[in-house]
Nanobody, 127 residues
Framework: VQLQAFGGGLVQPGGYLRLSCASSSELNLGYYSIAWFRQAPGKEREGISAIRNGDRRQVYSDSVKGRFTISRDIAKNTMYLQMNSLKPDDTAVYYC????????????????????WGQGTLVTVSS
């Protein structure tokens, strides 16, 4: 296992969670473009945030912009997704992913460009 996501759970609307994704030693996140995706029941996998390798440029989907923040700690070889002001529509399985490639900014949230995936962690937003 190269990526392992954790931190999901049940949270009330308006609450917050921080997801973590730990990478194994053979996959140095400092040299990869990284991203978070989510998939709700019956829906396609959606890219929500990414950091491009090289210029460290970040991108967010309109659905999470202003509420979620992606980050990574190179020393811990771990990436994070801070999720604030959670809504019931945020309920999904969340996946972390990485690619050694350097996608153009417009493609950073396309799942087919990522070849390393974590196993997913479930986030449920409900009262």
């Amino acid at each position: 296992v190269q990526l392992q996501a954790f931190g999901g759970g049940l949270v009330q609307p308006g609450g917050y969670l921080r997801l973590s994704c730990a990478s194994s030693s053979e996959l140095n996140l400092g040299y990869y473009s990284i991203a978070w995706f989510r998939q709700a029941p019956g829906k396609e996998r959606e890219g929500i945030s990414a950091i491009r390798n090289g210029d460290r440029r970040q991108v967010y989907s309109d659905s999470v912009k202003g509420r979620f923040t992606i980050s990574r700690d190179i020393a811990k070889n771990t990436m994070y997704l801070q999720m604030n002001s959670l809504k019931p529509d945020d309920t999904a399985v969340y996946y972390c992913a990485a690619t050694a490639g350097n996608p153009i900014y417009q493609n950073l949230l396309r799942p087919n460009l990522y070849n390393v995936w974590g196993q997913g962690t479930l986030v449920t937003v409900s009262s």
